[in-house]
């Protein structure tokens, strides 16, 4: 069964920075692209970040643009989220998703193939 495993939340205070990873394991299908979603208290869970995984072509939403950077190790089936400059708005329960090939408009949408398990962040002013 496929597994995407979280790691590296934490709290921090304004300014701070938190580097999360997502490895997935037993992966038995073509991946085609990874993303961060985050989901704070009483919102919706919204996409932060994606990576096509041969590209690699990126994608950032305005909220972090310039402050977050994913990137990815192929060799191990991994994807990271550097998060710089962090504010307390970026306060959440962060997520990796991933899909195959074809589903890159559904993982945008929040449907994606796989989710992980979500890793807290917290940013303290």
């Known amino acids: 069964q496929v597994q995407l495993v979280e790691s590296g939340g934490g709290s921090v205070q304004t300014g701070g920075s938190l580097r999360l990873s997502c490895a997935v394991s037993?992966?038995?299908?073509?991946?085609?692209?990874m993303a961060w979603f985050r989901q704070a208290p009483g919102k919706e869970r919204q996409i932060v970040t994606y990576?096509?995984?041969?590209?690699?072509?990126?994608y950032y939403s305005d909220s972090v643009k310039g402050r977050f950077t994913i990137s990815r190790d192929i060799a191990k089936n991994t994807v990271y989220l550097q998060m710089n400059s962090l504010k307390p708005e970026d306060t959440a329960v962060y997520y990796c998703a991933a899909v195959r090939p074809g589903d890159l408009s559904a993982l945008v949408a929040g449907r994606p193939d796989y989710w992980g398990q979500g890793t807290q962040v917290t940013v303290s002013s």
């Open positions: 037993r992966r038995t299908f073509t991946l085609y692209a």
């Open positions: 990576i096509i995984w041969s590209a690699p072509v990126t």
